[in-house]
């Protein structure tokens, strides 16, 4: 068989078996989550054991270390992914939930209900502990899920999920509610790209250049995911304080991760006062700016192109530019931003209310660090991904965003 | 200026009309929503007379009568054309709403909101009325429109475009918000599908042929819309004259539309004593049988092939056969439905539940004709069309369908 028709035919076995699933009570899935939470734990010798094959390929293959810590799975790690399973089994079923209803004036029953899609697709990049959270929030949601991790995790994958069928399958639900993609080429994505019907929605979570290519290329309605090419902007009415705490805690907190900050937009009003201390305290931390010209005045600071404005850092960098008003701060998230997280930093209402009224991002943020874009922190309990599209989902996904839904009329002999 | 540049010059204009559009209050947009209505009827010989172009170019064309029927505008089809808009300032203003919020654990304020796509893409076939109403329902949910009709109604669409263009205006808001999109070639068409962050949403209505190349071509999203495969399936247990009643109602009420029924599947307990009445009825109101084996038993009764249980007819035929069980019903429709509207006649609360738990479609109805899926008989008071997708949206689509949604989150210089 072709890589194609073995995706096809997994798809056909998910979509039998997400039926299964679809009609699974909350007490059978929950049961089950907590089963492959045990399981992991159980067996966490053997998936040790398949992350040293994937560490030592890595390591062999002159993998940097810092992908190589990513990829490492520590008992520590396993006993994460379990923990995680059973939060999502502590979180409410979406699948039935009531969206609206109420009677019709002919008195026909109307209700709109939570349903699971069918059959999703993930397509991610090196960590395999998203094989664990996206088979739970998946199982959860009641959605049958292809798992297409990347070549250098396969070991780690094929492991886990091996692990996760046996408890599926001993919680009284079939084992094809979770499966691997074979294929360690790109022929899988590209099988799973264009398995419209049989894939119901493909999620790609990774780099900038996985999220574009599945984007332009599927046929499979996808959900984007991911890219943050976020800004915080300073306003004159800010808070310098605050605007510091804001601005270092969106860059250096955690660098790699798509709700850091990458641009700084600083009003010109405060720039004789903000700029020498954010400077400072940014350099202290080791964050490189790239500035325009005024803040090329500072030393260290290296001249920004245009490429800076547009770039995704995930890094100690940041972009750095003084904006002579609001309009222009505007203008510049406008032509920018990646629409995934943009904060202003202000204690004008006028100018909070315009930034949130004209800014067309997943989140937008007053006084708070774009940080804060986050399903946990918005205490959703589980994330699948942050939705930078504005179809079906947008920002952080948890579980109601992993169902669709239907309309549900009953009558008693009703006609038109 | 090839086509395609055409229609990416006029997305532009529309994003940046757009920004305007969904700033704009309500009243705004409803005092604009009455101007075009109001314009629309002071200009009525003018759209008569551009539709008698269009109307004699089709006679000489050979088009046949009923399509010659739906391109034609009267001063009453005007005039509903008008009060469509009226209703549609009547509806509440989707944008801005909260669809949920609260304050986190740290004091962080949090609110999901509506807001609208930014500029949507409409794909339409002949009825010209449609212009007007996919105008004020992207009007009224603060979206930009780029309108794409069929060529058969050029002369109608330019003449409503350019009415309500200058309504638009008079009323404050720029008219970019609503265009007619040039070129009456395909190309057109392709230029819309390929205008990724350009256009935000494109909504195809009309024919399977025109939704699927859109569905396959496009890389801007899409909301799939229409094709109808619905069924009525008559259980052991049904109230066989409700039965009768709601067969008879949901293939003949109107048979060109999505909704109408176009497959009949009846449990083999009731086939003797229902068979002879709905066959006879049917036939009396001019419709054709396909039917299996059974139903081939009666006169008149074509045989049915695989063909027709996958055939949307649009036109006064169904399919039909009889089913030796629920289970047998639930395969069939699995198998063969477009997943729109699939009903069940039965008494049996059981049978009920299990055909709503397990049908996977837009609407499922229970003792009520498949013609009940549609916005207006749901109470939503405008609709752009009937979503068959599980994306974004699914069944009929209101104002709200028509929004994104974006996270406000305000804070008092909080970080993480």
Same mark, same amino acid.
């Given at each position: ?7 096809i035919?997994?798809?056909r ?48 293959g ?47 029953e ?46 780690? !994958? #094929? =492991?886990?999920v091996?692990?996760?069928?046996? $408890? *599926?399958?001993? /919680?009284?639900l %079939?084992?094809? @509610?979770?499966q &691997? ?5 790109h022929?899988?994505?590209k ?41 915080v ?25 798509? !709700? #850091? =900050? ?5 009003h010109? $009003? *405060?720039?004789? /006062?903000?700029? %020498?201390?954010? @400077?400072?305290? &940014?350099?202290?931390a080791?964050?490189?700016l ?72 997943a =989140? ?23 939705s ?28 038109r």
């Amino acid at each position: 068989m072709s890589i194609t028709e073995d995706v096809i035919e997994g798809a056909r076995r998910a979509r039998v078996a997400g039926r299964d699933l679809a009609l699974a009570t909350r007490a059978t899935k929950d049961a089950a989550l907590h089963a492959m939470a045990d399981a992991l734990l159980a067996r966490e010798d053997e998936v040790v054991a398949a992350n040293d094959d994937d560490v030592r390929r890595a390591e062999e293959g002159g993998t940097p270390a810092n992908i190589i810590d990513r990829l490492r799975l520590t008992p520590d790690r396993i006993a994460g992914m379990a923990q995680g399973l059973r939060d999502v089994a502590g979180l409410p079923d979406p699948v039935g939930e009531v969206v609206r209803g109420g009677v019709l004036a002919n008195g026909l029953e109307l209700r709109q209900v939570r349903v699971p899609f069918g059959v999703v697709g993930m397509i991610y990049e090196a960590r395999p502990n998203v094989t664990a959270d996206a088979a739970g929030i998946c199982l959860k949601s009641g959605n049958a899920v292809l798992l297409r991790g990347s070549s250098s995790a396969r070991s780690s !994958n #094929a =492991a886990i999920v091996a692990v996760l069928r046996d $408890a *599926v399958v001993g /919680a009284g639900l %079939p084992a094809d @509610v979770v499966q &691997l993609v074979p294929g360690d080429t790109h022929d899988s994505v590209k099988a799973l790209m264009r398995a419209r019907g049989h894939v119901d929605v493909l999620i790609p979570r990774g780099g900038a250049g996985l999220i574009r290519s599945v984007v332009e290329e599927s046929t499979v309605p996808v959900i984007e995911t991911g890219v943050g090419n976020c800004h915080v902007y300073v306003d004159a009415a800010a808070d310098l304080d605050k605007a510091l705490a804001i601005v270092l805690n969106a860059k250096t907190h955690r660098t790699s991760v798509c !709700n #850091a =900050a990458e641009s700084l937009l600083v009003h010109e $009003a *405060v720039a004789d /006062a903000f700029l %020498p201390r954010v @400077v400072a305290a &940014l350099q202290e931390a080791g964050v490189t700016l790239h500035g325009d010209r005024v803040f090329g005045g500072y030393d260290g600071v290296v001249p920004a192109t245009d490429d800076d404005w547009s770039t995704e850092y995930l890094s100690l960098d940041i972009s750095a530019r003084v904006v002579p008003d609001l309009d222009e701060a505007l203008e510049h998230i406008r032509r920018w931003s990646s629409q995934h997280s943009d904060a202003i930093v202000t204690e004008d209402q006028a100018a909070a209310r315009r930034f949130v009224a004209e800014v067309d991002s997943a =989140a937008v943020l007053v006084n708070a660090s774009t940080r804060f874009t986050d399903g946990g922190e918005f205490g959703f309990g589980a994330e699948i991904g942050i939705s930078t599209q504005k179809l079906h989902a947008r920002g952080p996904m948890g579980l109601p965003e992993m169902t669709s839904t239907k309309y549900v009329v009953v009558g008693d002999g009703h006609v038109r």
